[in-house]
């Protein structure tokens, strides 16, 4: 009986943590999974940060106020269309995932990534425009 191989590019590293992060040879169900997971975690970590940010109010007017000079720095603005890129990927691909557990269009889950994650780009762009322009 012939040994079963798992599919895996020739190119990619065969160092196990170089690996991967390697992007050769995935599909594009690797890279959505892939992408969610890496989104769910910035997701869970922001949530303990927005808690540390919140308790900058019980300084007071000062403490919060001298947050928010610092939240509209070009620095701060950038990660928070990081996280707006997070939110929209993680909300969009959790709901075909959802779909697709539920049983609906499991024939059309390429169409079905490509529609949401299309419109979760739109509103991401959108978004990041606004963050940087209001
Ligand atoms: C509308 C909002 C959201 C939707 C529709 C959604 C949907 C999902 C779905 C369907 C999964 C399972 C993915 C899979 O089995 O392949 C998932 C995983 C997960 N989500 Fe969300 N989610 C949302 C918001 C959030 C938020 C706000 C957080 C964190 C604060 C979060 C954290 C996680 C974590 C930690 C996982 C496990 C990831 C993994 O095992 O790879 N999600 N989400």
Redesign the pocket.
Known sequence: MPDIQPTTDKARPKSSLKAWFHPRGRSISTIA?AL??L???G??L??FLHLVVLSQLLRGPEGWNSFVSIAKSPIFLTLDVILLFG?VY?????????LV?MGVANQRQKGLFYGLVGIALILFVVGAVLIYTK
Do not use: K
Request: no cysteine; charged share 10%; net charge positive.
């Open positions: 999974f969610n997971r989104t769910a975690i997701l869970t922001y949530l939110v993680h909300m969009f691909n959790g709901i075909r995932v959802a557990g």
